[in-house]
């Protein structure tokens, strides 16, 4: 009982083993660069609500930091563990790539940050939905295809809300 268990234990794992490196194999170039951008935007938008949480003045831009927060989180665990499946190193958290929009806007404060912040958090959410946009449009491996898919909505909908505020700031945000 326990040999076969035991057997069966070392089955599973090789089938495991075989299935990482076939799915490694499925995915293009292109789906492994998504997620690599994917995750960077998802630390970078974390990075920037956390320092909006101490720099702002002003409480809309205050309160869209905690759902900001815990809206990129999720995706970007998923985004992780697929990349991890796949053979893709993701950017680790805290790269200089993700800390580059907050690092700008780190020495600002009052009114000043809150412009800078919200005319970023809106440019930053427009080039996140074209990525994911193009990747639900030509990714090959079926699971980037879903996180992309996944992903999409939330970003359109944090993009709404940015451009809200945006417009209640007087900030032109327009293309």
């Known amino acids: 009982m326990i040999k076969s268990s035991r057997l069966r234990n070392s089955w599973c794992v090789l089938l495991l083993s075989v299935a990482a490196v076939v799915a490694a194999q499925t995915a293009s170039p292109a789906d492994k660069h998504f997620l690599r951008e994917a995750i960077e935007i998802n630390n970078a938008r974390i990075e920037l609500a956390r320092v909006a949480q101490r720099n702002t003045v002003t409480h809309d831009v205050m309160n869209s930091g905690a759902p ?15 990349a991890d499946i796949l053979g893709v190193i ?20 009052g009114a000043g940050f809150d412009r800078a912040q919200i005319t ?56």
Not at 71 to 81: L, T, V
């Open 90 to 109: 993701p950017p680790p958290d805290g790269s200089a790539a993700d800390k580059a929009p907050a690092a700008k806007l780190k020495p600002l404060a």
């Open 120 to 175: 970023d958090v809106v440019n930053g959410h427009r080039q996140a939905l074209t990525l994911y946009r193009n990747e639900m449009k030509t990714a090959i491996d079926l699971k980037v295809e879903q996180v992309a898919t996944e992903g999409e909505p939330i970003i359109a909908e944090h993009l709404r809300l940015a451009e809200e505020v945006a417009r209640s700031h007087y900030i032109d945000v327009t293309k």
């Open 68 to 82: 900001m927060i815990t809206d990129h989180s999720k995706p970007n665990e998923e985004e992780k563990r697929l």
